[in-house]
């Protein structure tokens, strides 16, 4: 029986891949991600036509699609999800104190990021900013978590958090505040990789380290770093 959740969420996954790209998606590109759900030739079909329908009868294009975004899309699209078991099991380590899981539990959400992110998107709001702030509250959320064996449900409360994350970027009374807000929330993240990546390795970690573990682009953490600098120097 096809679960009608997973098709819909892989459906706009999809969708998202398709507009990031600089090429058309072919039917076996597209058709790969449907590869675990038992679709017949007809419901092939229409899924292919969905996606890959003209230019001129598609939604208007997102704007603001960065290479950052892109590379972002294409590396969900590389990604091979776990079931639900495979799921608890990287929960239940994080839970026991295991911080080498956070990297795959957070790759397991990107999909599920995006798909969140959408419900946010409008032309105030793109989508590219809607996902780095539900990736840094979840990335939070794991830290927050991590060896707290007590913790229920917590799949809930990392849903509850991405969408926390969400709303307080998109609450936000002015551009000010709202940016203000967002680069505390990003300094305080990257203070948090750059702690967990030191004590993982014994080393300082690379630019590059950070922002895999973080999916902020080199050149935010770039910025956030000159910000940094600028604050520790005496006036």
């Not at 590396?75 to 994080?94: A, K, N, P």
């Not at 989508?127 to 927050?144: F, K, S, T, W, Y």
């Not at 809930?156 to 970027?169: I, S």
Request: aromatic share 6%; with cysteine.
């Amino acid at each position: 029986m096809l679960d009608q959740n997973a098709f819909r969420e892989t459906l706009h996954l999809v969708q998202e891949v398709a507009a990031a790209l600089d090429h058309p998606m072919s039917r076996e590109e597209v058709l790969y991600y449907f590869r675990d759900m038992e679709l017949d030739e007809e419901q092939k079909e229409l899924v292919y036509g969905f996606v890959c329908q003209p230019a001129g009868k598609k939604a208007p294009a997102r704007e603001n699609s960065t290479a950052h975004f892109q590379m972002y899309m294409q590396e969900v699209s590389g990604i091979s999800r776990l079931d639900q078991e495979q799921e608890q099991q990287l929960y239940q380590r994080l839970l026991a104190g295991d911080g080498d899981v956070i990297e795959a539990i957070s790759r397991q959400w990107l999909s599920r990021i995006v798909t969140m992110a959408r419900e946010y998107q409008s032309d105030r709001f793109c989508l590219d900013d809607l996902v780095q702030e539900g990736n840094m509250g979840l990335l939070m959320a794991l830290h927050e978590y991590l060896g707290q064996r007590d913790t229920r449900e917590l799949e809930k409360r990392l849903v509850e958090a991405v969408m926390d994350a969400l709303e307080a970027f998109v609450g936000a009374e002015s551009g000010c505040s709202q940016q203000e807000e967002t680069i505390l929330a990003k300094v305080s993240l990257l203070h948090e990789a750059k702690k967990f990546l030191m004590d993982q390795s014994g080393e300082e970690p690379t630019l590059q380290e950070l922002a895999d573990y973080t999916r902020l682009s080199l050149q935010e953490i770039n910025d956030i770093m000159e910000l940094m600098e600028k604050a520790r120097r005496p006036s």
